[in-house]
């Protein structure tokens, strides 16, 4: 029993597709806190008055902010979601990821949202296609985590990580 936090269940197992899919979708209403904090702070020191104004420098700042927030936490091992969902962020070998390695998985996590991005901004979607455009990539990529050999995440074997269950510790 490890007093600091909790124990991989077996050794690296992955969690289910839908509990990774519930810490996803989880994880993105926390993020609301974030946004909404973000937010409020780049709109109080750039003196903007209308949410239209300086739009690219909101959308950098909170890809800014994002990257701190999901490394920070990654490299710590689990954001708040992924304690919930009883989910652990570690390497190939099971070890925690470095801060480094945290990053890269947060740039490479982008490929759950860039390739619908791309094609939506030169056709310019109304919103009800761009959101089922969206949708459907999202469903793809999960779905293509059943053909890794581990059951891992594309972006996560491309960053070295691998999500595993983490059973809470016993008292």
């Known amino acids: 029993m490890n007093a600091a936090g909790p124990e991989p269940a077996a050794p690296l197992q992955a969690p289910g597709l839908w509990r ?3 810490c996803w979708l989880y994880e993105g209403m926390l993020m609301f806190g974030v946004v909404f904090i973000a ?3 780049f709109g109080t020191l750039s003196q903007t008055r209308n ?3 300086n739009r690219t420098g909101l959308q950098a700042f909170l890809f800014v902010v994002f990257g701190i927030y999901f490394t920070w936490f990654w490299s710590k091992g689990q954001t708040l979601a992924m304690k919930t969902w009883h989910i652990r962020l570690v390497d ?3 070890r925690p990821a470095s801060q480094a390695r945290a990053f890269v998985r947060y740039l490479l996590s982008w490929l ?3 390739p619908p991005l791309v094609l939506i901004a030169p056709f310019r ?3 009800g296609e761009s959101f089922v455009l969206l949708l459907g990539w999202v469903a793809v990529w999960a779905i293509a985590s059943r053909f890794h050999p581990q059951s891992q995440f594309w972006h996560d074997a491309l960053a070295g990580t691998r999500l595993v269950t983490a059973l809470p510790r016993t008292r």
């Open 20 to 22: 990774r899919m519930a």
């Open 112 to 114: 759950w949202f860039l």
């Open 125 to 127: 979607l109304p919103a």
């Open 51 to 53: 949410a239209l104004d």
């Open 92 to 94: 190939r070998a099971g």
């Open 39 to 41: 937010g409020y702070l």
